[in-house]
């Protein structure tokens, strides 16, 4: 009598095959197979596609454990190895799934995107598509959501994802989305868009040259629209649609938005995102590297969109002049802007690649003629200059500010005794790197003072510049006005990292401490900071960590400084693990070099950032 059939009460049949439960999400169909712990993962799925018997393409798919929240892609593997039994139930799901990708300028996506990708490679493989170089510096953020809407209002919410702008955008393509990063098998799979090469490409119907935008997309699907529509900032359609969008109400609130964050060092689906989930693609680390006006169209754009809706939806901490003359230098570039669009039609004939240029100037040069300067000195480093009080506060002391002709170039400011002695040596000189700038202005109390904290060998200097006028603590923008299209971007650029170097704030407890207090990080430091007020109270800087280590059990992070005390602290509402990233990626991004080649060091980033992986 054979035995192979009798299950045991174990769930194991007498042969030693127990019945392995799978679910085929594409056909909403649940199979189960005999097999043995010694069967491989892909043999597995060779064995359940012959059981379908379903003529389609799966070659993306691949076996998800629901109750481990794990992908088994090591197919080489065998069940046993995985620890997979009898209890187990898998999934056979594609690994590309759709997701609502809304980017920093508010506008959403479809894209399919690999959710067994680490998050830092999905994120990496979406800037390619979207023309995004350095995707190091952002990440995947999930919707905050307000704490005052009811849960059914939210859900209701969640079914319309169109908060701007009308239908989401969907550019052309047969498949009505776009592929995120190799699909084995797809006419839809994109390469990938920006050349590290940058070697000028040319137009095989006509011959013309593309520009670095339409060459890096290549047969995207972006490329049958208007790929150049993300490079271009669009004015918002209704102020009502700021009153329909959360906006945090206190620094608390605002720290809150962190918990969003997703791991970079695991996949999607074991972060729980579903598919036609919406998630925010965000830069997340405010250290912006090799920013060039001439391929970073795109990029800028999108960085200066993200300043924009963070003021607008009081997400960051400004004053009411530094968003006036935020506003005031939007509407100066997209003047600009649009007078660069004009005269670049009506003499599109006349463009000069900047290459080709600066190489006619140089040979001009050489035969000792003069130079056309068709693109402006851009290279140049623009100085500032004026009479400033500058005042150094000292314990007992009773003098107050002195008068100085004071020069600001590049990162240093030199204080002279009057105009005329500007050319000798400056009786003070200031060196800004890593410090940190306080504004206390008040335009109608004609009030425009400026804190420094100045790094020096035993701590930080406390430096006070007071101007007399307006015009002395801030430059004539008027100037932009002969610049050129690229000095326009780079001006932008400046303006985009000045809004968007703020604090990424944390809710945490320090240890020794009951109170909840707020930790914030930035490109070169730690600040603790007062919940209530948002004031710095200490400041540890990056340069004198010695190391940070994570208790992951109880949430602790301690950081180790050469000649400080050690820092310890417990988060409060984020996982630490988003603390420890921040503080990893910064460093890891800290080592970025112009002379290194457009890879990434992935394995470097997640030495730095994963913790326990």
């Given amino acids: 009598m054979a035995l192979d059939g009798i299950r045991m009460p174990d769930g194991c049949y007498a042969d030693g095959t127990w019945e392995l439960k799978m679910h085929v999400t594409d056909l909403h169909k649940d199979v189960s197979l005999r097999v043995t712990g010694e069967i491989h993962i892909g043999g597995v799925m060779l064995k359940l596609v012959e059981e379908l018997d379903v003529k389609k393409d799966w070659s993306d798919h691949a076996l998800w454990w629901e109750k481990k929240k794990t992908w088994l892609l090591k197919t080489h593997w065998t069940l046993d190895k995985y620890g997979i039994q009898a209890d187990a139930r898998l999934l056979f799901t594609p690994q590309h799934k759709l997701l609502r990708l809304q980017l920093p300028n508010m506008r959403h996506m479809r894209v399919k995107v690999n959710f067994s990708d680490r998050v830092f490679k999905a994120v990496s493989d979406i800037c390619k598509t979207f023309n995004i170089r350095h995707p190091e510096e952002l990440s995947l953020l999930r919707k905050p959501r307000d704490p005052k809407k009811k849960k059914k209002k939210l859900e209701e919410a969640e079914e319309d994802p169109l908060e701007l702008e009308g239908p989401l955008l969907t550019p052309g393509s047969a498949a009505e989305v776009i592929y995120i990063g190799p699909v084995k098998g797809s006419i839809y799979s994109s390469p990938g868009l920006y ?99 001439k391929y970073d169209a795109i990029r800028v754009n999108q960085l200066y969109e993200q300043a924009k809706w963070a003021i607008l939806l009081e997400e960051i901490e400004c004053t009411e002049e530094e968003m006036m003359m935020f506003a005031a230098l939007q509407y100066h570039i997209n003047k600009l802007s649009i007078m660069s669009s004009d005269n670049h039609m009506n003499n599109s004939e006349k463009e000069v690649d900047e290459v080709d240029a600066a190489l006619s100037d140089l040979e001009i040069t050489l035969e000792g003629g003069k130079t056309s300067n068709t693109l402006g000195d851009i290279t140049s480093i623009p100085e500032l200059a004026d009479y400033v009080k500058v005042f150094k506060p000292k314990k007992l002391t009773l003098k107050g500010y002195k008068l100085y002709w004071c020069t600001f170039k590049d990162i240093t400011i030199s204080c002279y005794k009057s105009r005329e002695e500007a050319h000798g ?162 460093i890891f991004l800290s080592t970025r070099a112009k002379d290194q080649n457009e890879s990434l060091d992935e394995e470097m980033f997640f030495k730095l950032t994963s913790g326990w992986i």
């Avoid at 510049?465 to 006005?481: H, I, K, M």
């Fill in 425 to 586: 040596t400056p009786a003070h000189q200031m060196n800004l790197r890593g410090c940190e700038v306080t504004p206390d202005v008040n335009i109608s109390g004609q009030k425009f003072n400026i804190k420094l904290l100045i790094p020096v060998a035993d701590g930080m200097n406390e430096i006070w510049l007071r101007c007399d006028t307006v015009s002395s603590s801030a430059p004539d923008w008027s100037t932009c006005t002969h610049a050129s299209c690229a000095c326009v971007c780079v001006c932008l650029c400046a303006c985009v990292c000045v809004c968007l170097c703020v604090c990424v704030c944390v809710c945490v407890r320090f240890q020794g401490s009951k109170r909840e207090e707020l930790i914030g990080i930035t490109y070169n430091r730690l600040i603790r900071m007062d919940a209530s007020t948002g004031d710095a109270i200490k400041t540890w800087r990056f340069s004198n960590m010695k190391q940070w280590n994570v208790n992951w059990e109880i949430k602790m992070v301690t950081v180790e400084f050469a000649d400080e005390p050690s820092l310890a602290f417990i988060c409060t509402e984020v996982d630490c693990k988003v603390v420890h990233e921040f503080i990893g990626g910064y």
């Fill in 195 to 293: 050349s590290k090469t940058m070697t000028p490409t040319y137009d095989s119907r006509d011959g013309s040259p593309l520009s670095p935008t339409t060459a890096w997309f290549g047969d995207s699907p972006l490329s049958e629209g208007n790929p150049s529509i993300l490079a271009v900032s669009q004015p918002i359609s209704s102020p009502d649609i700021l009153g329909k969008l959360y906006k945090p109400q206190s620094l608390l609130d605002k720290a809150k938005i962190n918990q969003g964050w997703l791991d970079s060092s695991r996949s999607l689906m074991e972060q729980d995102v579903k598919d036609n989930d919406v998630l925010l693609l965000r830069f997340k680390y405010h250290s912006f590297f090799d920013l060039n006006p």
